[in-house]
């Protein structure tokens, strides 16, 4: 038996999580779930990379339909991190009857939110772009691009729901295969679906929704095989399936935080796209590069903070404090890292990167300014990353939920429109580093007095 495996009182194998050193740990499960994010962000700049050669106004499209597509993201992400959380914490606890019914029930959840984005692809889409008041053709290329996306939303909600039940129970490495897998396919798929390449239909941004969601679903069928084929500490049990709305209620209150977390995000660009295009669409454009760019700093820490739910949540349900504390504090450490390249890189290759999207003079102008002012929050957001995760995995979604909207609602969005009334478009960008500031400082308040009251409760318990 490898020396960091150890049996239970019941005989069985200790899951890695529980004894595996902590730096090991995380090297091992975040390292497969990096590498995949890596390729996840790979794939938004090479997918905006090919729309922005149709023409600007594609690429407006494209990122006027961000906010949309982030509420799909959102709500398989919302599902999933209740699931990854109580998936982990029944195993430590060793009680495979509800990691049964937390799987069962999140598959009822997936169908439940597909059959939401459907509706909206099928009567909702037009209204969405008349609302941020685009031109005609920006609103044409937008309906092909987002009604297609829409329809398949399935495919990205089963996808995430199925990865974080890989996750849960520390297969990371099979997740990194599903969404390579997915990117890969899409990356390839961009350029000969869009370009009519090798004999295939000119498609345009028709061409662009359809290599998404083809990528999207052969993922999910991956994930789903991966699940069946090697995760021997899961059942779906589909045939004995019963709606717990015990467990249901359970997946949300710890999952809703970050629903609504994303949900107020895809609100903050959706606002920050109508403030921008008041000054010119060009502005707008620019703000949907930097979220693909950021994809690059951000997905990797979030890979990170997918590995650290799951140890955290192990060994709170295992009761093992010493464990749970030192995983932040590597965690900390490592994202940090992370996103200071990222820093460094919207510093100092500015220029370069923005020329990767065939950007004009103009856009050139307004998006150096915005990418380097911007990146100065990204000093201070690996320390939320991982703090959120760590409030999601011990049961405290709320804590992340409230950073979350003070930063985006109470903060960046009136910062926002301030500094535009006084300081003009330039103002705009500074409301992010800031709001990042003011969310550092409250997210250690909140972390430092939930481990002072974790230490404390297991310090009770062991004089009693």
């Known amino acids: 038996m490898n020396r960091t495996e150890k049996l239970s009182t019941n005989g069985k194998k200790e899951n890695k999580m529980g004894t595996m050193p902590i730096n090991r740990l995380i090297i091992s499960m975040s390292l497969p779930l990096i590498a995949s994010m890596l390729v996840q962000a790979l794939y938004n700049v090479v997918d905006s990379l090919f729309v922005s050669r149709i023409n600007e106004e594609a690429l407006t499209a494209v990122s006027m339909s ?14 999933g991190v209740g699931v990854n959380a109580l998936i982990s914490r029944y195993l430590g ?18 169908i439940t939110n597909s059959v939401v984005f459907i509706i909206f692809g099928l009567f909702f889409v037009k209204f969405y772009f008349d609302f941020q008041k685009a031109s005609e053709t920006i609103t044409n290329y937008g309906i092909q691009y987002l009604t297609l996306c829409s329809f398949f939303s399935f495919s990205i909600i089963f996808e995430i729901t199925f990865e974080r039940m890989l996750i849960a129970s520390g297969k990371t490495f099979y997740t990194m295969i599903t969404q390579s897998t997915g990117a890969i396919i899409n990356i390839i798929l961009d350029p000969i679906l869009i370009f009519g390449w090798f004999g295939f239909p000119k498609m345009g941004i028709t061409g662009a929704a359809v290599a998404t969601v083809f990528g999207q679903s052969v993922a999910m069928f991956l994930a789903f095989y991966f699940n069946l084929k090697y995760n021997n500490e899961l059942r779906f049990d589909i045939k004995n399936f019963k709606i717990n709305f015990k467990t249901i209620l359970n997946i949300y209150e710890i999952g809703f935080p970050s629903i609504l977390m994303q949900s107020t995000a895809s609100f903050l660009i959706f606002q920050l796209n109508n403030l921008l295009s008041s000054f010119t669409p060009t502005a707008t454009a620019v703000l949907g590069i930097y979220f693909k760019l950021q994809s690059f700093v951000f997905l990797p820490v979030f890979g990170l903070n997918n590995a650290v739910i799951s140890v955290v949540s192990y060994n709170y349900g295992a009761g093992n404090i010493r464990r749970l504390i030192k995983t932040v504090k590597v965690a900390n450490i490592y994202a940090f890292t992370i996103m200071f390249t990222g820093f460094l890189l919207c510093q100092f290759f500015t220029v370069p990167i923005l020329n990767i999207f065939n950007a004009s003079e103009n856009m050139i102008s307004i998006g150096v300014y915005a990418l380097r002012i911007i990146s100065i929050g990204f000093l201070i957001a690996p320390f939320c990353v991982v703090s959120s995760g760590t409030f999601q995995a011990l049961g405290k979604g709320l804590l992340s939920l409230s950073v979350s909207i003070m930063r985006q609602i109470g903060l960046i969005l009136p910062l926002a429109y301030l500094f535009a009334g006084i300081f003009g478009l330039n103002g705009v960008w500074w409301a992010f580093p800031i709001a990042e500031l003011f969310a550092g400082i409250l997210t250690a308040f909140f972390l430092r007095s939930l481990i002072l009251k974790i230490i404390m409760k297991r310090k009770i318990r062991k004089h009693t």
């Open 93 to 110: 606890a060793k009680n495979p009857k509800e990691v049964t019914s937390v799987a069962q029930n999140a598959l009822f959840l997936a």
């Open 66 to 79: 961000f906010p949309a597509q982030n509420l799909m993201i959102a709500s398989g992400v919302g599902v």
